[in-house]
């Protein structure tokens, strides 16, 4: 696998770490306009480090995973129907798929189950 590979499958990991914390603390979105609010204030949180005369990039790198964390939990909520909770498993289809990727056993992102 080369670096920038490497370094990509770290951001997924990481996002995919503040996503699940995230569910372990909140039920998925109920309405588009809630998530959209929760992105918007983890964006609104990006900026306002950018906008420091000196960012701290560490912050920035961890604002950032947020906001990527937050869409993932808005497509997870759309895809559920904007109910609150959601069944969630990890799909073989995508592991197989990484794995072959990667070269290396993988964690996915949950996916969505209609009950």
Not at 36 to 53: F, H, P, S
Not at 64 to 74: C, E, L, S, T
């Amino acid at each position: 696998m080369n670096t920038e590979n490497e370094h990509f499958y770290q951001i997924e990991l990481d996002m995919e770490n503040e996503l699940r914390s995230s569910m372990d603390k909140y039920p998925l979105f109920n309405s588009a306009h809630e998530g959209y609010a929760v992105i918007l204030e983890e964006l609104d949180e990006l900026w306002d480090e950018l906008k420091k005369r000196k960012p701290d990039r560490e912050k920035m790198r961890a604002e950032a995973i947020q906001v990527g964390a937050m869409a993932m939990m808005f497509i997870a909520s759309m895809e559920n129907g904007w109910k609150p909770s959601a069944e969630v498993k990890k799909s073989p289809e995508i592991v197989s798929e990484q794995e072959q990727l990667w070269g290396c056993q993988v964690r996915t992102m949950p996916i969505c189950q209609d009950n």
